[in-house]
């Protein structure tokens, strides 16, 4: 069966990076792109962006130009989504989210980011 | 960016009853590529609706997705205590893909 596996929660200082983990499995990792997805506390979804397990390309929400980075490592079927310069407001939940169609068909556990001096 | 709007921000009803949740689109969503998810508390978001009105595997057919262009409907029509949760719309016809605020359908 499909499944997504992430790394567990961090705690990080501002002006910190994270690097969160999404381990696939359960289908061919190239076939589907990846996004991220973060949540607020009490707050709604936000799209971050994707990468192709193919061959590495990324498309990032403007919102994260210049800090954000996808990359994907295809013999431990895992992509990496590392956010840099951290501030309080980068406190949230971090899911990966696997493409079918478009639409994100199967989401990883979610991640717990919390940045606090 | 296409923005999207949902109302009611929260709706309170009863097992049993129709929920009608809207979501509204500031241009029109191209080939109506509109999805909707459940997210229950604590967990990630389910993919429920898409392509505005085909349900994913596995969703039971009491949840039905309709419109077009800029207005778009999930209709749940005889609710279980499972399926009071939030519910978000969500575009994925332009990027940046883009999610409404959510309703939060409650007991």
């Known amino acids: 069966q499909v499944q997504l596996v992430q790394s567990g929660a961090e705690v990080k200082k501002p002006g910190a990076s994270v690097k969160v983990s999404c381990e696939a499995s359960?289908?061919?990792?190239?076939?589907?792109?990846i996004h991220w997805v973060r949540q607020a506390p009490g707050q709604g979804l936000e799209w971050m962006g994707w990468?192709?397990?193919?061959?590495?390309?990324?498309d990032y929400a403007q919102t994260f130009q210049g800090r954000l980075t996808m990359t994907r490592d295809t013999s431990t079927t895992s992509v990496y989504m590392e956010l840099s310069r951290l501030t309080s407001d980068d406190t949230a939940t971090y899911y990966c989210?696997?493409?079918?169609?478009?639409?994100?068909?199967?989401w990883g556990q979610g991640t717990l980011v919390t940045v606090s001096s | 960016e296409i923005i999207l709007t949902q109302s009611p921000a929260t709706v309170s009803l009863s097992p049993g009853e129709r929920a009608t949740l809207s979501c509204g689109a500031s241009q029109s969503v191209s080939s109506d590529y509109l999805a909707w998810y459940q997210q229950r508390p604590g967990l990630a978001p389910r993919l429920l609706i898409y392509?505005?009105?085909t349900r994913a595997t596995g969703i039971p057919d009491r949840f039905s997705g309709s419109g077009s262009g800029t207005d778009f409907t999930l209709t749940i029509s005889r609710l279980e205590p499972a399926d009071f949760a939030v519910y978000y719309c969500?575009?994925?016809?332009?990027?940046?893909?883009?999610f409404g605020p959510g309703t939060r359908v409650d007991i």
């Open positions: 989210a696997r493409d079918w169609r478009h639409v994100f068909d199967y």
């Open positions: 392509d505005a009105s």
């Open positions: 359960g289908y061919t990792f190239t076939d589907n792109y």
């Open positions: 990468i192709n397990p193919t061959g590495g390309g990324t």
């Open positions: 969500q575009q994925y016809g332009s990027s940046p893909r883009t």
